[in-house]
Every structure is written in C-alpha cells, then in structure tokens.
C-alpha cells in the first residue's frame, strides 16, 4: 500500500477519490493540490439552481474545510500543478516538487474559449463558481439581451436562468439541432419545445461570425449576416481536457489521459479520473471521454480503490448518466443515444413527455427520458447495467 497518495484536482472526482481512500482505511500522508482558490464544489447547480438563486454556494460545497481537516488531509487551494516528473516520482506545485508513491489526476476539463471572442466586457464562459458568481450579476443588473452560444447542456440551461429572470434570451447552435452531441434531433424536440413555449428564441444550424462593441459588447453576427442584440453572451460551446501540465510527462496523453480499464495511467501508480480521462468502454472497447458528474464521482472511488491494491484492480463498468433541469422538466440520459435502434417505453417525441430505450441490435446500450421522474427512469437505466437483451427487452415493454 502507497503511503503518500497525492490527488491534482480538487474536483467532483478528486474529492470523491479522498473520501474513498480514507474510507478504506489508507491512514498515510494525503494531499490534495487544486488551482481554484475555493473550497471544493459541485459544479453541477452553477447553470441550474446556483445561477437562479434556489441554492447559495454552501450547499454545493462538498466538504467543509473542517471536513478535510479530520480526514486529515493536506489541503493546497489555489495551486496548480505544472508539470509531472514520473522518473522522481513528483508533481511540480507552485514550482517545487511534491513528491508521491500514488498519484491521482482528477484536474477535469476548461471551457473553449474560441479565439477574439473575449475581447469586450460582457463576454462569460460559466464552468467554475467566480463564472457562475459573473454571469448571475450580469443577468440581476437591468434587464440585458442575453445571447446563449452553443445548445448543450449547459446552454439550454442558461437560456432557462435567463428567462427565469424574464430577459430576452436567444439560443443559438451551430448544429442543427441543439443536444446534437447527447441526442438525434428527434429526441431533442420535446426540449426545443420547452424552451420556445418559455420564450426562448432557439436558432439553430448557423454560427457566430464576430461579436460587435467597443469597449462591452453589444451586438452578435451570425453567419448568415443577422445581428442580434447581447448586453451578456454566454459561451457554451464544449470543454476540452485539462491535461496541458502534462506534456511532455511520458504519459499517454491524446484528448485526456488514456488509461486501461483500472484507470491507470501508462505509469505505474498514476491513475487519471472524471474528465480528464480517456479509457476504454467496457463492452467495445473504444475510447470513451465523459464530462459528468456522475461519471467523475464514480472513477475517482475506483481509482482510489485500485491504487490501494493494484493486484485485485477492479475494471471501471460504471454507464454514463446525465440529467438536465429546464423550466421545471428534467431531461435524462444514461449510455449512449447514438444507437441503431429506438423504442419508446413511454409517450413519444411528438408529445409532452417520453421515455426510451436505444440499442444496437443485440443489448440496450442507451435510455432517454423528458418529462419522467428518476424512479421512472431508472427502470429502463438498469436494463443496461444489466446488459439485457435488446429483442427480450421491446418484447417485454410492447
């Protein structure tokens, strides 16, 4: 057993990672390196409840600072790691080595921030608590025009906590359908639905030309030449690894950290979690990168696990799972909604509400629910835990 662990990212996955290490009963030196400044934090309710003022930043605190005190645990905020030297076994923090005999990568991911667009005041990305604290001030001075790029998750959630504001909100998505890279565009109706019934200007497959002002900005151009007025623009256009520190490391690095199914690292005794992670997916083998919570939550405690006894390392199996609350309606995904074959459960997209299963053929690899309770979701979620027949499982909800 290790008898210093060092875990970078005070993240979802890198918190979870501490707890299970302790709850385990690992009792050696344990520090925990993070470049924000703040005490660690779900990010998940910055575009939801965080941004709409139904939840204050305590509750998504995961651990009071006394918390980490009696896991005792060497806490390092506001510190970034810069480097990783694996030949000494030390990760360069704030520019002197902190040595390690375990090591965990959970630094997540950073926000695209397309090139020229962030010249002017009034121009936000929301990926951390300060970009939340940013974007809810913009939307509680005056009444601004809200343009929300980039119809993922997180933009159509913004488009929502604008609106719940009553600004004039206007989404606007490269693709053709917003959720394109979670969903087909027949899946995603009931959510254009939703989010135009509220009075959001949804505006899909065209782009964003230049953004316009002097000193703030004042005017959008899309690539079709239409102007839209934006006191605030809100960009939502993905999120890319947070791995930049690790070049030149010798560790196998191409969009995030590649592991093995364990999720250790090409080295040994360094493990990658969350978003940052790269690894294989359990039925295909393919890559897989996923930016959720859930995800994060559930690699950083195996991780943790396989580090403490890498001769009975358990392979992560766990299936993405993610939800989003707009406009009182959650919309759920669990695996993957890019599959051959749909079957609707419940309702329809054409109606107010739906669930459904996806597969390829042989297994169900995927569910989609708008409009459902968890409970109910979570009836066709197992089926792909349980890796259940795709034939067997239509034939029984016909």
Known sequence: MPSNIVVVGASVAGVEAVLALRGAGYD??????????ELPYNPTPL?????????????????????????????????????????????????????????????????????????????????????????????????????????????CEIAAAARHFGLDVTLVEAAASPLLRAVPAELAAPVVRVQEANGVRVVCGVGVARLL????????????????????????????????WLDGSGLSLDDGVITDTTLRTTAPGVYAVGDAARWPHPTTGDPLRVEHWTNAREQGRQAALNLLDPQVAQPYTGVPYVWSD?????????????????????????????????????????????????????RARRLITKGSSWAEAVARHE
């Open 28 to 37: 050696g030196r344990l520090t925990l390196v993070g470049a924000d400044r």
């Open 47 to 155: 575009s939801k409840e965080l941004l709409t003022g139904d939840m204050d930043e305590d509750d998504i605190r995961l651990l009071p600072e006394e918390g980490f005190e009696e896991l005792d645990v060497d806490l390092r905020l506001g510190t970034s790691a810069q480097a990783l030297d694996l030949a000494e076994r030390k990760v360069d923090v704030g520019g002197s080595g902190l040595p390690y005999d375990g090591l965990i990568i959970a630094t997540g991911s950073r926000a695209v921030r397309p090139r020229d667009w962030f010249g002017l005041d009034g121009v936000h990305t929301l990926r951390t608590l300060d970009d939340a604290r940013r974007v809810r001030a913009a939307m509680t001075q005056g009444r601004p025009s809200v343009v929300v790029v980039g119809a993922g998750f997180i933009g």
């Open 213 to 244: 002002g002097s000193l703030r900005v004042d005017k959008v151009e899309l690539t079709d030449g239409t102007l839209l007025d934006a006191d605030l623009v809100v960009v939502g256009v993905g999120a890319v690894p947070a791995t930049g």
């Open 326 to 378: 707009q406009f009182g309606r959650r919309f759920q995904l669990a695996g993957t909604a890019h599959a051959k074959h749909l079957h609707f459960l419940d309702g329809g997209p054409a109606e107010e509400k739906y669930l459904a299963l996806l597969g390829d053929g042989e297994a169900v690899v995927g569910a989609v629910g708008f409009g459902v309770s968890p409970r109910e979701f979570n």
